[in-house]
Structure formats: structure tokens, C-alpha cells
């Protein structure tokens, strides 16, 4: 629209004082138009009809129907019309041409009555629309007694009869037989390789900004399917989008869980699709969840029909002149044709993600790959970790998105095929020959059930020989520098270090509902041995390594009362003894209102701890990027913003379906590898100064893999290019580490 298009160009600005809003005005056109409107002509006839120049004066008063252009402004009302028949365009044009016929009626007789003003034959406004509508009708009138503006409304009026009645004949021919569905073939069949996202919620713009990045560029044009109105879609990605490039997104209003529109989307021919689920928000209170989930199960069941059906009827009806549909394109990958379109679907709960995992038809399985991700589920679980090492926040944020701003040593998790030189070796005999990635394990292929295994961080004695069935797993910059180079002689050994236990944590969940819930039962599985939880939440129960002590309930909430505020003030007092870490939950999903909660509970911990020198460390999950600065204000907590996370997650997999094996073995289970924030000193040993690939040598002999350090500052370096480059031992903190404890 152009309202997005000048957003997204800066061109659009808020006019504040009255010069601006009148030079605005009368560059505008609109004050010509009302100036000549609003001239006294009556009152200039009669003063000058002396002179005999009363006739030609008459013929101005016909600049007071310029008013009648104002009323345009009111045909944008047929937008709505043009939204709502989106799929049928010819209705549309129906409705349209039904809701003009009047319009023009009306313009028509305001016309007429005003140039026969005196004409006996048209004494009133009824008496001039009756007679438009007369000619509309078909009855021509005979002419006498009109003037010659008269008789060229006559005309006007004849011809927009014939153009009206036509235009109805031939869209209701369309409806019925068919046209707009083979145009809308037409029109859809050039889309190869595009990526389709459907539906809509918060996760929508960081997914199509890391779709569109340049890092990668592997999305195509991305598609935008969405039940909304499509001015306000592209007013929402001009708003919150930056850099998008003009063409690189289509919108479409209409729903995703309509097989034939997803055909019209050519979802065969798609690269990857992307279904997001609702906000609950849309659905108001209630079971909110559970009416997502259940859209969104409808939505890969249409994806699945939709792609089935391709293959199974002839594919002209889609794809123009196809013969067959062995014509129909099949992406390229390592010369090999594959036809399964990845289908990556978000649902907001544990047994909804395994109940879509485990009960979807086995029959789409030919020819789509569907992987569930649990929002919710995978947010904890990644909170969970970040919790019990704050260190790692930037380096999951880092791992899971293409592009950090301003960073030069960015990297991600890809998964490389073993190839024919490769074959034979073991993993610790290829790794030396990534000189710009750092293998981290591989994916071992199971010939009996046709799956791949995760082996992450693999003990440096495995001797299992990889194959070309296999592959490796990498942290590298880009895909570009996931190359491998065998090399001549095998890197030196470092020197076994003695690791340290991890620190056990004394934390305090500030906050109630399922999220706070969820929080607390995925902690008490990732934090150490020795660490205590304190909650309000009074479901999950303690384990063998860490204790669990429920807290007493405050009093009842006011209407419109900040929960953590309530907390803050009335819960503290027997809960803050010993604590280390406080993290905000709080239990509403409304984006506006979650991230206010969290501004509302960091001040209530800021007057509480205002002359506390020993203060706790917090953590809170955001839901807009936007609030990071304002909360960075408050004695920088460790800020994460799961929706980010969610979005950079779902691309990832949806570009790289093995991907995720990958994450799930680091994130979702605490049992074998994990990322980890080690103290850097431990592998410094008693050196002031060493490079890294020294640090990461003696990581090695170890039993871990290193794939990057933290400065004291924060600053985050993961798989360093140059590795030989000299690091002093007080500019490193922590180094990142993939390791099983």
C-alpha cells in the first residue's frame, strides 16, 4: 500500500503545527477544488444580469458539484469488499459494480437537478434521480426542454448503463464458470522456490527478517498467507521489518488451512513453509491455546491435501503447460531431485507438539517433511539454560540467527555431507581439515530404521569410520567456509585440564501461571547439583540434585494490578534470603501488557534493592525487541526475547531440516551434550597469554569441543578465523565449549 510503501521509505511525516498543515493543504489540490466550490456564484448572476452576462454566469454554479470529488474519499470503503472476496476476485468486481451503481446514480442526478434548475420537467432532486435511474434502466428520454449539460448527462447516464450491465454479466460469468480460478494459475505458475509463511502473530517479522537476510539468501521471494487485512500486513512489516527490499514479499489475505488456496500458492513448488500459530490474543479468553492448536492442525493437514493433490491431478490445472507432473520442478540439492516440501508448524504446548508428531497421517510423509516445534516448551527449556549460565544468552542468540548486528565473528550450526574423500576417516581424523568451521559431531545414519543419530561432541578415541550416508556438524561463519581441506600432518595435542564442577544456583521464579511452571520444571532438570528453587508454583517437585521450596500465596489481585509489583512488595520478604538469581515471568501472553509486567516488576526490584550493594542478578524474557534498550536501564539484566529465538529456530530448520537433530540434542535434553560457559582461566593454565587454538587443543584432550570466547565485556566471538592470534589471559572470561557433565 502506499501508506507502507512511504513508511518504509521515511517519506511519511506528522504534520504538528498550523503553517505545515496549511502548506500541506494547499499543495494538497483540495483547496483549488474548495475554493471554486464554495465562490457565491448566485450572488455574482444577480449582480451582473444588468450586463446581460447572466447565462454565461449560470454555467459556474456548476463548480459548486466539485464538492461532489469529495466523496471519493468514501470509495476506500470498498477495500473491505475487495479483502473480503479476495479468493473470488470476480464477486468483488460484483459487489464493487453494485455499490457504484447508486454512487454514480446520485452524481448523475446532482448534476441533472442543478443544470435544469427552472426546467418544470425536473423541479426536484427525486424528480433528476428518478430520471438517471430511468436510463440506467435502458428508457431513453427524448431530450425536449434539457440544456445541452442536461443532455450530456443524458448521454453519460446511457453509456455507464451499458458499461454496468456488461460489467455484471461478465463477472457473474466469471463466478460461474471458473475464470478467476485459471487466472489465478496463470498468475501463480512462474513462483518456484519461494518460501511460504502462513498465518500471523508477533514471530512474523524477525522470521522474515532472517528469511531475507543476506547471509544466507536462500528463502527465494517469500509468500505471506494471512487472515488479516493486507494494508494493515504491509503497514505492520513497514513498521517493524528494517531493510526489507521492495518485490522480495507477497502478501495475501485468505486462510491457511484452505487446501485449494495453498494450490494457487503453488505449495509443491514451495522451498519451505513456514505455520505460524495464532496469537491467542485473537481468540480472547478461554482455551485459547487449544483453538490454536487446532487451526494450526488444519493447516498442515490443507498443506498435505494441497501437495498431494498436485502430484495427484494433471499439472496444467497449476503450473500452465505442464504435461505430467514429472514436470513439475524439484529443487536441486547435491544433484540429487527431492520432492518433500519442509513443512515447519509451531504449536504452543508439549502434547500438542507430540500429538502432531506421533498422529499425523503417515500417507503425507512421500512428498512433505513436517517437524512440530513447541513454542512455549522450547522457550523454557532455552530460558532454563541461559538461567543456570547467563553467559550463554548471546551465544544461543548468536547460534540460532544469521546475522548479528555489528558483529564480525557470527556463526551458525550447519550440517555437511560427508563426501567420497572423506569417507574412511574418523571425526577426529577430518576435523584439522576445517581450517574456518569447528566440527562439533556428526549425524550417524541407521541403515535399519533410515534416520539420522546425533553425535555431538564424540570422546576424541571414536573410532567409527564415517560414510557418505553420514554427516558432519558444524560451527562456521557461512556456509561458505564449511569447507574441508585434508591437511598434512595432525595438529598438536593439548594437555588434559581438570574441569570444574558447574556452580550451583540458589533462584528465585518470580512469577505464576504455566509459563513460571514450565520455567521451574525444565531447571530442576539442566542446573547443577547442590542448586535450590523457589516458586509459587507448587506442581513440580524437587529432585535428587536440586531442592525445591514452594512459597506461601499472597492475597487475592485487584482488578488491573501488576502481579509481579504484587509480589515484589508482599512475596519477597521470606523468599530473597540466599538468592542469586531472580527471573520475571509473568503469566499474561499480550505482548504489550507481558513486557510492561516486566518493566513494572524490574522498578519494584529497584526500589526494593535501591542501597543493596549485593544485589541478585535478574533475567527477563522480553516479547518486543524494541524494549531491550529501556530495560538495559535497569542495572542490565540478562535480557532474552523469545520470539526472536522462536523465529531465528524456525528458520533455521525450516532452510536446514537437520538442524534439528542438532537442537535437540543441545537444547532439549539434559542428558549428553551441552553448551557450556566455562571459566577461561582453566584452560589458560598458568600462561598469561595463549591463542586459541591452543585453549581449544587442551579442550579437546579435555573431552569437549571449543567453539568461542567472551570478553569481559560481554563481547561474543564464536568460531574465531583466525585461531593462531595471540589472547591474553584477562581479556577472556569465559570460553564456550560443547561438552557432556
Known amino acids: 500500500s502506499p501508506k507502507a510503501l512511504a513508511l518504509r521509505s521515511g517519506r511519511a511525516r506528522r504534520l504538528d503545527t498550523q503553517p505545515e498543515v496549511a502548506r500541506s493543504y494547499a499543495r494538497s489540490g483540495w483547496f483549488a477544488i474548495d475554493t471554486l466550490a464554495t465562490v457565491p456564484w448566485s450572488w455574482l448572476w444577480e449582480s451582473v444580469s444588468l450586463l446581460g452576462m447572466s447565462r454565461t454566469l449560470r454555467l459556474f454554479r456548476l463548480a459548486r458539484l466539485l464538492r461532489l470529488i469529495r466523496l471519493t474519499k468514501g470509495l476506500k470503503a470498498l477495500n473491505a469488499v475487495r479483502h473480503a472476496t479476495s479468493n473470488l476476485p470476480s464477486l468483488g468486481r460484483l459487489l464493487m459494480t453494485l455499490v457504484l451503481l447508486p454512487w454514480m446514480g446520485h452524481v448523475l442526478a446532482c448534476v441533472l437537478y442543478v443544470a435544469e434548475q427552472g426546467n418544470p420537467d425536473i423541479p426536484t432532486y427525486g424528480e433528476a434521480l428518478y430520471t438517471v435511474f430511468t436510463m440506467i434502466a435502458g428508457e431513453v428520454p427524448d431530450g425536449k426542454g434539457l440544456s445541452d449539460v442536461g443532455v450530456l448527462v443524458v448521454v453519460t447516464g446511457t453509456v455507464l448503463s451499458l458499461v454496468f450491465i456488461g460489467t455484471a454479466i461478465a463477472n457473474l460469468a466469471a463466478v460461474f464458470m471458473g475464470l478467476d480460478a485459471r487466472r489465478r494459475s496463470r498468475i501463480q505458475e512462474a513462483r518456484v522456490d519461494h518460501t511460504l509463511v502462513l498465518g500471523w502473530n508477533g514471530a512474523i517479522y524477525a522470521v522474515l527478517e532472517q528469511l531475507l537476510t543476506e547471509d544466507e539468501g536462500k528463502a527465494g521471494q517469500v509468500v505471506v498467507l494471512a487472515d488479516r487485512d493486507v494494508d494493515d500486513m504491509w503497514h505492520?512489516?513497514?513498521?517493524?521489518?528494517?531493510?526489507?527490499?521492495?518485490?522480495?514479499?507477497?502478501?495475501?489475505?485468505?486462510?491457511?488451512?484452505?487446501?485449494?488456496?495453498?494450490?494457487d500458492l503453488c505449495i509443491a513448488q514451495a522451498r519451505t513453509v513456514i505455520l505460524l500459530s495464532e496469537d491467542p490474543s485473537e481468540f480472547g479468553a478461554g482455551r485459547v491455546h487449544g483453538i490454536a492448536d487446532v487451526r494450526l492442525l488444519k493447516g498442515i493437514l490443507a498443506c498435505g491435501q494441497a501437495i498431494e493433490s498436485t502430484y495427484e491431478k494433471p499439472a496444467k490445472s497449476v503450473f500452465g503447460d505442464a504435461a505430467s507432473k514429472d514436470d513439475i520442478p524439484s529443487h536441486e540439492r547435491d544433484g540429487e531431485r527431492h520432492h518433500r516440501v519442509p513443512v515447519v508448524a509451531t504449536v504452543s504446548s508439549s502434547s500438542a507438539a507430540e500429538v502432531f508428531r506421533r498422529g499425523i497421517p503417515s500417507e503425507f510423509d512421500e512428498h512433505m517433511a513436517v517437524q512440530v516445534v513447541d513454542t512455549v516448551g522450547m522457550t523454557c527449556r532455552v530460558l532454563a539454560q541461559i538461567i543456570a549460565q547467563p553467559a550463554l544468552a548471546e551465544v544461543y542468540l548468536d547460534l540460532l540467527s544469521y546475522e548479528q548486528d555489528g558483529e564480525e565473528d557470527g556463526a551458525e550450526i550447519y550440517c555437511v555431507p560427508v563426501t567420497s574423500a572423506q569417507s574412511g576417516q574418523t571425526f577426529e581424523?577430518?576435523?584439522?581439515?576445517?581450517?574456518?568451521?569447528?566440527?562439533?559431531?556428526?549425524?550417524?545414519?541407521?541403515?535399519?530404521?533410515?534416520?539420522?543419530?546425533?553425535?555431538?561432541?564424540?570422546?576424541?578415541?571414536?573410532?567409527?569410520?564415517?560414510?557418505?550416508?553420514?554427516?558432519?556438524v558444524l560451527v562456521a561463519p557461512s556456509l561458505d567456509e564449511a569447507t574441508w581441506q585434508p591437511v598434512s600432518s595432525p595438529p598438536v595435542a593439548g594437555a588434559p585440564c581438570a574441569i570444574p564442577g558447574s556452580t550451583a544456583h540458589d533462584i528465585l521464579v518470580l512469577g505464576m501461571g504455566t509459563k513460571a511452571r514450565e520455567i521451574v520444571g525444565q531447571l530442576v532438570k539442566f542446573l547443577p547439583a547442590g542448586s535450590h528453587v523457589r516458586t509459587w508454583e507448587s506442581s513440580t517437585e524437587a529432585t535428587e540434585h536440586c531442592r525445591v521450596t514452594h512459597l506461601s500465596s499472597v492475597g487475592p489481585m485487584h482488578n488491573g494490578e501488576s502481579h509481579l509489583t504484587r509480589l515484589v512488595v508482599e512475596g519477597l520478604d521470606e523468599a530473597e534470603e540466599g538468592v542469586d538469581i531472580v527471573v520475571l515471568v509473568p503469566s499474561v501472553r499480550d505482548p504489550l501488557v507481558h513486557d510492561a509486567e516486566i518493566l513494572m516488576g524490574l522498578t519494584?526490584?529497584?526500589?526494593?534493592?535501591?542501597?543493596?550493594?549485593?544485589?541478585?542478578?535478574?533475567?527477563?524474557?522480553?516479547?518486543?525487541?524494541r524494549n531491550k534498550s529501556t530495560v538495559a536501564l535497569y542495572a542490565r539484566p540478562v535480557t532474552v526475547v523469545s520470539p526472536s529465538l522462536i523465529a531465528n529456530y524456525l528458520v533455521q530448520l525450516a532452510q536446514e531440516p537437520e538442524r534439528g537433530l542438532v537442537f535437540h540434542a543441545l537444547i532439549d535434553s539434559p542428558e549428553g551434550a551441552e553448551l557450556y560457559a566455562r571459566p577461561a582461566a582453566v584452560y589458560f593454565g598458568e600462561d598469561r597469554e595463549a591463542s586459541f587454538s591452543t585453549v581449544a587443543a587442551r579442550a579437546r584432550a579435555s573431552g569437549e569441543v571449543a567453539i568461542g570466547f567472551r570478553s569481559p565485556e560481554g563481547d561474543l566471538s564464536l568460531c574465531p578465523l583466525d585461531r593462531d592470534a595471540p589472547l591474553q589471559r584477562d581479556t577472556i572470561t569465559h570460553l564456550i565449549v560443547v561438552a557432556d557433565d
Open 429 to 472: 581424523a577430518l576435523s584439522p581439515g576445517y581450517a574456518l568451521a569447528i566440527p562439533i559431531g556428526y549425524l550417524r545414519h541407521e541403515e535399519a530404521t533410515d534416520k539420522k543419530v546425533p553425535i555431538l561432541n564424540p570422546p576424541p578415541d571414536d573410532a567409527r569410520a564415517l560414510t557418505v550416508a553420514d554427516m558432519m
Open 236 to 263: 505492520q512489516i513497514a513498521e517493524n521489518c528494517a531493510g526489507i527490499k521492495p518485490g522480495s514479499v507477497a502478501v495475501y489475505r485468505g486462510a491457511f488451512d484452505s487446501a485449494s488456496l495453498l494450490e
Open 604 to 625: 519494584a526490584l529497584q526500589a526494593r534493592w535501591r542501597d543493596r550493594p549485593d544485589r541478585p542478578s535478574v533475567v527477563v524474557d522480553l516479547f518486543d525487541s
